[in-house]
């Protein structure tokens, strides 16, 4: 089974780099156009950050070392948003936040998709079988891509997080908020999905086929 799969990522590396930074890339495209529908206004302002300097400084002043990833781990690239101006110097009303590590996440869900896609492409089955892998591949897909959103709104206390989604789309702004510590299980729970069926896909590949059964000879 590890063979066929090795043999199949070998086969299809240079598609699934292709395919993963166009759904990351793709995807921050997307969450733009949500919060431009939604809100009724175009950005107004962005705002680029050091990634590497601030990196570089959280490692240099933090004195605990098991602190600094989940610290790095938040850590802006570049904020796009709309500033309302009526109140002094301005309040971010909205904004899109690209944080290199979600990109990294969005990544590696963008290739292991089209892994995914290229075992099912080659799946003998069904229609009825192929049509459950597909959607079990996209309930995966949409459960860590829907969690690694970095949308950000002033009602929700301005932090970018994946529940904002969920507010915008009318769920109660509590009932929102009280959801976000559920993130990391969701998207464990989609790459979960993914990579078994990943498994379940090459290992079904890499079964002997089923010997013809011979028809009786009539005398």
């Not at 598609?15 to 995807?27: K, P, Q, V």
């Not at 570049?78 to 101006?85: Q, R």
Request: proline share 5%; aromatic share 10%; net charge neutral.
């Amino acid at each position: 089974m590890f063979s066929t799969l090795w043999t199949d990522i070998r086969g299809n590396w240079k598609r699934m780099l292709l395919h993963g930074l166009i759904f990351a890339l793709l995807f921050q495209v997307l969450m733009m156009i949500a919060l431009i529908v939604r809100f009724q206004a175009l950005p107004n302002y962005v705002t680029g950050y050091n990634w590497v300097a601030n990196v570089a400084w959280i490692i240099k002043s933090t004195p605990s070392w098991s602190d600094i990833p989940p610290i790095v781990w938040e850590e802006w690239l570049l904020e796009i948003g709309k500033m309302n101006y009526d109140y002094g110097m301005g309040i971010s009303e909205w904004s899109l936040n690209v944080v290199p590590s979600r990109l990294l996440v969005l990544f590696i869900l963008g290739a292991t998709v089209s892994l995914c896609m290229a075992l099912t492409r080659r799946e003998t089955c069904s229609t009825a079988n192929t049509g459950t892998l597909r959607a079990t591949t996209g309930l995966g897909a949409v459960l860590v891509a829907m969690t690694n959103a970095t949308m950000s709104w002033v009602v929700c206390c301005a932090t970018p997080s994946w529940v904002v989604g969920l507010a915008m789309l009318g769920l109660g702004v509590s009932t929102s908020l009280a959801m976000e510590t559920m993130g990391p299980v969701l998207t464990g729970g989609g790459f979960g999905l993914l990579v078994a069926l990943i498994l379940f896909l090459a290992w079904h590949k890499s079964r002997p086929e089923p010997e013809p059964i011979a028809e009786a000879s009539h005398a």
